[in-house]
């Protein structure tokens, strides 16, 4: 079956716009992550949603990062007025997780990212 | 310091050779996971583990929870294994979000 999908694989923007990142994870899977990965730095939690739960928005860096998710599947990432430290690759990742497996959770698949310049 | 510290950060091999990578951690966790992240970018996720070993094909992943400390051994390492492998622990009560560490850059030439 289908993988999880990212889209634009780039996107290339001026600082100050807003840019929007799109991800469609595995079909079934109720949990769906946000990672940023900055040049030479490692992967770094964004969001997290879990089914109707409301989502953990802790490792969002600033208030001009957003996300959502619609009817349970497809997720927008928006980063408002963009900046140059904006700049890196955004990485989806879907997983099947229940809830009911607590404490072991399970395989999170990733997507191919969307590299973004902020120029 | 990190939560999560990877060693070495690089790594070059010969082929054939017998790589090892560690990983150790300093907060509760409830799993582990090594990652392999290719040049271009994708991510695949390699093992999912709470206690013991692992193995898949050539990749062996063991983990010491008592210890904080997990290892990636590759046997018989082959070029197409270069690759950045990464660890990532999920955090007790910190639901399913991962931290991750530095990552491993391994070279496996010819």
């Known amino acids: 079956g289908a993988g999880v999908s990212q889209s634009p694989s780039n996107k290339v923007t001026e600082k100050g716009k807003d840019v929007e990142l799109r991800c469609d994870p595995i079909?079934?899977?109720?949990?769906l992550y946000w990672y940023r990965q900055s040049l030479g730095q490692g992967l770094e939690f964004l969001i997290y949603?879990?089914?109707?739960?409301?989502?953990?928005k802790s490792g969002l860096p600033s208030d001009r990062f957003s996300a959502e998710r619609t009817g349970g599947s497809v997720s927008t990432l928006t980063i408002q007025r963009t900046q140059q430290e904006d700049s890196a690759v955004y990485l989806c990742a879907s997983s099947s997780y229940s809830g009911l497996l607590a404490g072991s959770g399970e395989t999170q698949y990733f997507g191919p990212g969307t590299r973004l310049l902020v120029l | 310091k990190n939560e999560v510290e990877q060693s070495p950060q690089n790594l070059t091999a010969q082929e054939g050779e017998f790589i090892t990578i560690n990983c150790s951690y300093s907060?509760?966790?409830?799993?582990l996971h090594w990652l392999q992240q290719h040049p271009g970018g994708g991510i695949v996720s390699l093992f999912m583990l709470s206690s013991g070993k692992k193995k898949h094909g050539r990749l062996i992943a063991t983990i010491n929870i008592q210890e904080k400390h997990s290892s990636l051994h590759i046997t018989a390492s082959h070029p197409r294994d270069s690759a950045v492998y990464i660890c990532a622990v999920r955090r007790k009560a910190a639901g399913n979000k991962l931290t991750f560490g530095g990552g491993t850059r391994v070279l496996v030439k010819p």
């Open positions: 907060v509760g966790i409830s799993a």
């Open positions: 079909s079934g899977h109720t949990a």
């Open positions: 949603f879990q089914g109707n739960s409301a989502p953990d």
